[in-house]
């Protein structure tokens, strides 16, 4: 337990900043006229990839609250929800009430296109300013990105505590075994933590020949590539989300975990309200229970980093000085530009090499992993 508290803090708390309060705050009338209209629609549904693991306490205590209320919360990867919602919409067949998605460049698109609806909620005062935009899309999470090590064959001390540092110690052949990353290519998440790569630092091109030195291991999701240290086939796994990691970390003591000193990127589950919901009533009192104390408090226990400034119960200490949030907002729709894309993934590919070991048989997020990204 120890080690959990000094490891982890929330990540929000660290960064500086409230969000703004130019907007009507509910009245107590308010939010009971929300609440009657809620159980009136009966319930919601949910489109998230989210795991059972970390989001089954917050749907138990919101029925909990709200017993007429249900939530069907359906579960799929971030491409897939994605797709889904945008054919049902133009489809004009019945969609999701609320989205909520790591894929941020995703999400912000959607948003972006018209697809989602104007919220106002009593939490926005205690959001940092760069998890929210036009009021519409929410930073529900403040998620640090991560290196993990084996402890086995790494030691603590050994351990690079920087991209800097990673990239000395690979090009001097001073790590000895294989790194283990997201294919840039092929995963969301992969792509949008290496774009992220490329503007915080110059070096990353660099820092990608390098890893393509050992021999490399590509994943799809977290779940494959944190199992793939534990089973010692990767010595190191780069950019991992560090939820998860935390996770893994309290059930495997050969796990290590790095926060990056030069910077660690802090990524957020962005969910909106649909501009078409059936049940837009319920939608708000949903989305409002995950950014109240007790939601965020919730997603804390289950390493969710709470993304308010005043929950202490987080579970990623990004230092102030290295936390690198990935802003919520239109910057991100650049990931979208399909010449843009094929650039940097091309750019990437050139850079890591031919010499890395496609680990998609081992990708089985829909039956093990409820969907990790």
């Known amino acids: 337990m120890l080690r959990r508290q000094l490891l982890l803090a929330p990540a929000a708390a660290l960064l500086t900043g409230c969000g703004r309060t130019d907007i009507p705050i509910l009245s107590g009338l308010e939010r009971a006229a929300r609440l ?6 009966g319930g919601l549904t949910v489109y998230a990839n989210t795991g059972d693991t970390e989001i089954g306490p917050v749907l138990d205590a919101f029925h909990a609250d ?28 019945p969609s999701a009430d609320l989205v909520w998605s790591s894929a941020m460049d995703l999400q912000i698109k959607l948003i972006n296109d018209g697809y989602a609806q104007t919220f106002d909620t009593p939490a926005r005062a ?18 640090p990105i991560v290196f993990v090590y084996d402890r086995r064959r790494l030691p603590d001390d050994k351990a690079p505590r920087s991209h800097a540092a990673l990239r000395q110690m690979l090009e001097a052949g001073d790590l000895k075994g294989s790194v283990g990353l997201f294919d840039t290519g092929r995963s969301g998440v992969g792509f949008l933590y290496y774009s992220q790569d490329r503007l915080a630092s110059a070096d990353t091109l660099a820092l990608t020949r390098a890893i393509g030195k050992t021999t490399p291991h590509l994943y799809e999701s977290t779940f494959t590539l944190l199992e793939a240290v534990t089973a010692q086939q990767i010595v190191l796994g780069y950019n991992v989300i560090g939820s998860y990691a935390l996770e893994r970390l309290g059930e495997d003591p050969n796990l290590g975990l790095i926060f990056p000193e030069d910077y660690t990127l802090v990524m957020s589950r962005i969910a909106f309200i649909s501009a078409s919901a059936r049940r837009p009533n319920a939608a708000k009192l949903f989305l409002d229970f995950l950014l109240s104390v007790k939601g965020q408090r919730l997603l804390a226990e289950r390493n969710l980093t709470p993304v ?7 579970v990623g200490k990004a230092p102030a000085a290295s936390a690198r949030p990935i802003e919520v907002g239109p910057s991100l729709l650049a990931n979208l530009d399909q010449m843009r ?3 940097l993934v091309a750019d990437w590919r050139d850079a890591l090499g031919p010499n890395h070991i496609d680990d998609y048989r081992r990708v089985r997020d829909s039956l093990v992993t409820g969907n990790r990204p």
């Open 341 to 343: 894309r094929r650039r």
């Open 126 to 143: 205690m959001l940092p300013p760069w998890t929210i935009w036009k009021s519409q899309g929410f930073g529900v999470t403040a998620e």
């Open 36 to 41: 009657r209209a809620a159980e009136r629609e």
């Open 66 to 93: 709200h017993p007429k209320v249900r939530v069907d919360f359906q579960r799929q990867n971030s491409a897939e929800l994605y797709q889904r919602y945008l054919a049902e919409r133009r489809a004009g067949q």
């Open 308 to 314: 308010r400034t005043d929950v202490p119960g987080g």
